[in-house]
């Protein structure tokens, strides 16, 4: 079974500045997804950005780029220039890739609060 | 293109009833999956539909329940409540093709008294 582990479950990072978010899983497949998942006040559950492992290539979605180290088990998520509206839960979450049928599941890891200081 | 729809936003159950819990997926798409969120198990995989047949369970108990129909939407049900059933249900659809990115509904909040 994969898990994933998100150790800071708190944490803060000034306005404008920027923040690092950690990640890692564990898994015995060498081909999956890995997705960041934001969760503001409202609950709502908002796809940040996603990975491929059989790509090498870090992916990056305007303020936010992932390091993603698969030897590692690794997957941490930056946030540049931060804005009070990235306040919110983190969560990060894995998904085989073995099968498109019947193998949506993601696996959570337990999520990071990160608060933005004004 | 409207979102991942769930009714209802919000419901109080006493200990012992059952609760029948609604989502409406994007048009198009066709896998519909359930979790469960509370703050001391976290987000926790329910089951997953395709196709009107279950492709997936998770580890939860019987009580438990749900189906698809034919045009996508999906129902999970939870019988004899329990106090610990209270949580945020929460429903994502997806197109199932490549990335199969799951898009979120806003959840149902039930609380079991």
């Known amino acids: 079974a994969q898990t994933v582990t998100q150790s800071q479950p708190e944490m803060s990072v000034q306005e404008a500045e920027t923040v690092t978010l950690s990640c890692t899983y564990d898994?015995?497949?060498?081909?999956?997804?890995l997705f960041w998942y934001k969760q503001p006040p409202s609950r709502q559950m908002i796809l940040v950005i996603r990975q491929e492992a059989y790509k090498q290539q870090n992916a990056t979605e305007n303020r936010f780029s992932v390091n993603f180290q698969k030897a590692a088990k690794s997957f941490s998520l930056k946030i540049s220039d931060s804005q009070l509206g990235d306040a919110a839960m983190y969560f990060c979450?894995?998904?085989?890739?073995?099968?498109?049928?019947?193998?949506?599941?993601?696996?959570f890891g337990t999520g990071t609060r990160l608060t933005i200081i004004p | 293109k409207a979102g991942v729809t769930q009714t209802p936003r919000y419901l109080i159950k006493t200990r012992g009833q059952q609760v029948t819990l609604s989502c409406s997926p994007i048009?198009?798409?066709?896998?519909v999956s359930w979790y469960q969120q509370t703050p001391g198990q976290g987000l926790q995989f329910l089951f997953e539909?395709?196709?009107?047949?279950?492709?997936n369970k998770g580890n939860f108990p019987g009580r438990f329940s749900g189906r698809q129909f034919s045009n996508s939407r999906s129902e999970m049900n939870v019988s004899t409540l329990e106090l610990g059933d209270s949580a945020l249900y929460l429903c994502?659809?997806?197109?199932?093709?490549?990335?199969?990115?799951?898009?979120f509904g806003p959840g149902t909040r039930l609380t079991v008294l």
């Open positions: 979450a894995y998904r085989s890739a073995q099968s498109n049928f019947g193998n949506e599941k993601l696996t």
């Open positions: 994502a659809s997806s197109l199932i093709t490549g990335f199969g990115e799951q898009f």
């Open positions: 539909y395709f196709s009107e047949t279950q492709r």
């Open positions: 898994t015995s497949e060498s081909d999956y997804y």
């Open positions: 048009s198009g798409h066709r896998s």
